[in-house]
């Protein structure tokens, strides 16, 4: 029982000391020992990494899940070390929005097949999000937190620790300072003095073990930089790999609604051909099929619902066409694309073809040709040269 008490009052003094000693400085009343440059840099660069390392976790969490309740959500079930529940992507969701309308408006109809095919597409997109989603929390986010959780923890402790001894060794030193000066006038004061130095000499001695034990710490930040590059690079290429996968998975739609639009729009639209042109949301501007020469005008056969056009489609026939005389423009092709049937022509990137259009053509496609092969091309996929 005294045993406690002694250690409450010591322990109680020395709080005393260390507020004593940290009041007077801010006021300008009391000496401080001052860290070397170097162990002062450490300290920076550390602060630096600890602020930076949490503003990319925060903001990278915001770019993986937007929800501010889900990541409330998520951040519950970690703390409670429970899995957290699989949770439906919004490409998921308008996928199963998509496919019930579908089923509603008739799967047979031009409308509820693009649906389908919409609907699909969403759903790999969505299903790409979530693996994104789950490799960039493994390989990225994990590491960050677990610096922040753990090692920052380690050395968070530990410099409140070289504070603490700072502050005993100040005091210290200005005890030896007040029982030097009193010495001068009394040699009574010889005893103080003695023990005055012996404590200095303890102090000085667990000041200098927690600086080093410290600086090894704040060296370690350099070891936690090249672990956070390490996974960067993981993050982006997680990243590449899912943006590249949304860009296939839309060029496969693309192809798809591209190669049966003309079915949908000459099934929904009697009169002129030009009205089976696509929806403005895939058009390119007029300008470029404006600009490109064109064979001699022939006259434009009405569409009849059911009834198939030969003379239309005769004429946008690119195998029975002449390219003209004079004005063909050469284009180089952006990106690789598949032929969907035996009127069109297959791409690959940057190669050069040669281009023209067709009176009656939509103006989403041109009549392309390599050597001797000729066929339709589509606009979006060529940067026509002048």
């Not at 020395?14 to 001052?34: H, I, P």
């Not at 005890?175 to 200095?200: G, P, T, Y």
Request: aromatic residues 8%.
């Amino acid at each position: 029982m005294d045993f406690n008490v002694k250690k409450l009052a010591s322990d109680a003094g020395v709080f005393f000391s260390r507020a004593m000693q940290f009041t007077e400085e801010k006021l300008g009343q009391a000496e401080k020992t001052e860290l070397d440059a170097h162990f002062e840099n450490l300290l920076a660069r550390a602060d630096c990494t600890k602020n930076w390392t949490e503003k990319i976790l925060r903001q990278t969490e915001v770019l993986l899940q937007p929800n501010p309740s889900a990541r409330v959500e998520e951040f519950l079930y970690e703390k409670l070390d429970r899995k957290v529940p699989s949770r439906v992507t919004n490409g998921e969701l308008l996928a199963q929005y998509m496919t019930e309308a579908a089923n509603d408006f008739g799967s047979g109809t031009p409308y509820g097949k693009t649906l389908i095919k919409v609907g699909e597409t969403q759903r790999r997109l969505g299903a790409a999000e979530r693996d994104f989603i789950h490799s960039a929390s493994i390989n990225f986010l994990t590491p960050l937190r677990n610096f922040l959780e753990g090692d920052w923890r380690t050395i968070s402790k530990e410099r409140r620790i070289l504070q603490n001894r700072r502050l005993d060794l100040d005091a210290c030193k200005a005890r030896l300072k007040k029982a030097k000066a009193a010495e001068a006038k009394a040699a009574l004061w010889s005893d103080e003095v003695e023990k005055a130095e012996h404590e200095l000499r303890l102090t000085q001695t667990e000041f200098d073990r927690q600086a080093e034990v410290t600086r090894l710490l704040l060296e370690g930040i350099s070891s936690t930089h090249v672990n956070h590059l390490r996974c960067l690079h993981e993050f982006v290429e997680s990243q590449t790999n899912y943006y590249a996968q949304c860009y296939q998975y839309m060029l496969d739609l693309q192809k798809q609604l591209g190669s049966s639009k003309g079915e949908i729009f000459s099934g929904t639209f009697v009169g002129n051909a030009e009205s089976t042109s696509p929806p403005p949301a895939t058009a390119s501007p007029p300008a470029v099929a404006a600009t490109l020469p064109a064979v001699p005008t022939i006259p434009v056969v009405p569409t009849i619902v059911g009834v198939p056009n030969s003379v239309a489609e005769s004429v946008l026939n690119p195998n029975e066409v002449k390219p003209p005389a004079s004005g063909t423009r050469k284009a180089r092709v952006l990106y690789d694309y598949e032929a969907a049937d035996s009127t069109e022509l297959a791409l690959l990137a940057d190669e050069m073809i040669t281009v023209y259009s067709l009176p009656g053509m939509d103006p989403d496609w041109l009549i392309g040709e390599r050597g001797n092969q000729k066929g339709k091309v589509p606009v979006t996929y060529l940067e026509l040269l002048s």
